[in-house]
């Protein structure tokens, strides 16, 4: 749960591939995300420095007019720098696996993805790597900017539902599954245009959402460490 709250603000260094202990090519110096990370915190730092400088000034007896350049950068170039990686990279760290698993009521949903024995629809795509990382995220939000923006309030809804105890176990999903979701990846491709269990017939009931994916492709989650 800290860790989900704390996503918010600050993108987080090392992202799902560490679980494979993938080695690094040579010169590895850092991801962007890690970068941006630090370089952020870097910021907070120096607007901290410089306020206390311009403090400390003050009350030696410096008029304000000789310090407008340093409050001017403490008080509004740099916080507006901050608040832009917070904002760009920190809601970024939302679209993680581990922020999703951040709340224990979700932890069996986490452990039956990452579980290789597992046959659920999520385990499936997360031990093929169907999709190479923030499975949660991808499977969860729909296309374009709002698309985002509705997953990501979504997000925040359920971290308050958490903290505010405001929510019921077993956990469901609030909205039936839309297959657009599972074309976002699916369609146009020939595993799924050739497969038998796609016939031509049946792919416009698919589009129009008339005939679920889940139907045939169920359970989406199996999730049997979770609490009930």
Same mark, same amino acid.
């Given at each position: 749960? #800290?860790?989900?709250? !704390?996503?918010?603000?600050?993108?987080?260094?090392?992202?799902?591939?560490?679980?494979?202990?993938?080695?690094?090519?040579?010169?590895?110096? @850092?991801?962007?995300? +890690?970068?941006? /990370?630090?370089?952020?915190?870097?910021?907070?730092?120096?607007?901290?420095?410089?306020?206390?400088?311009?403090?400390? #000034?003050? #009350?030696?007896?410096?008029?304000?007019?000789?310090?407008? @350049?340093?409050?001017?950068?403490?008080?509004?170039?740099?916080?507006?720098?901050?608040?832009?990686?917070?904002?760009? &990279? @920190?809601?970024?760290?939302?679209?993680?696996?581990?922020?999703?698993?951040?709340?224990?009521?979700?932890?069996? $949903?986490?452990?039956?993805?990452?579980?290789?024995?597992? +046959? *659920?629809?999520?385990?499936?795509?997360?031990?093929? #790597?169907?999709?190479?990382?923030?499975?949660?995220?991808?499977? $969860? *939000?729909?296309?374009?900017?709002?698309?985002?923006?509705?997953? &990501?309030?979504?997000?925040? !809804?359920?971290?308050?539902?958490?903290?505010?105890?405001?929510?019921?176990?077993?956990? &469901?999903?609030?909205?039936?599954?839309?297959?657009?979701?599972?074309?976002?990846?699916?369609? !146009?491709?020939?595993?799924?245009?050739? *497969?038998? !269990?796609?016939?031509? +017939?049946? /792919?416009? /009931?698919?589009?129009?959402?008339?005939? *679920?994916?889940?139907?045939? $492709?169920?359970?989406?989650?199996?999730?049997?460490?979770? &609490? /009930?």
């Amino acid at each position: 749960m #800290r860790w989900a709250l !704390g996503a918010l603000l600050l993108s987080p260094g090392a992202a799902l591939g560490a679980t494979n202990a993938v080695p690094r090519p040579e010169g590895w110096i @850092g991801t962007a995300e +890690e970068w941006s /990370q630090g370089l952020g915190i870097a910021l907070a730092v120096l607007t901290l420095v410089m306020l206390a400088v311009a403090w400390w #000034r003050l #009350r030696e007896g410096a008029r304000p007019r000789e310090l407008f @350049g340093t409050l001017f950068f403490g008080l509004a170039v740099l916080p507006l720098i901050v608040i832009y990686f917070g904002y760009t &990279k @920190g809601f970024s760290g939302m679209e993680t696996v581990q922020a999703c698993g951040g709340c224990h009521v979700m932890t069996g $949903h986490v452990n039956d993805l990452e579980n290789p024995m597992s +046959e *659920s629809l999520a385990a499936v795509h997360f031990k093929n #790597r169907y999709i190479r990382e923030n499975q949660c995220y991808t499977c $969860h *939000s729909d296309y374009g900017v709002f698309g985002t923006l509705s997953a &990501k309030a979504d997000g925040m !809804g359920h971290v308050l539902h958490y903290v505010t105890g405001t929510y019921t176990l077993p956990l &469901k999903i609030r909205h039936p599954y839309p297959n657009v979701r599972c074309f976002e990846c699916h369609a !146009g491709s020939q595993k799924f245009l050739k *497969s038998p !269990g796609h016939p031509a +017939e049946i /792919q416009p /009931q698919l589009a129009s959402n008339e005939v *679920s994916c889940l139907t045939c $492709h169920a359970p989406a989650h199996t999730p049997a460490g979770a &609490k /009930q």
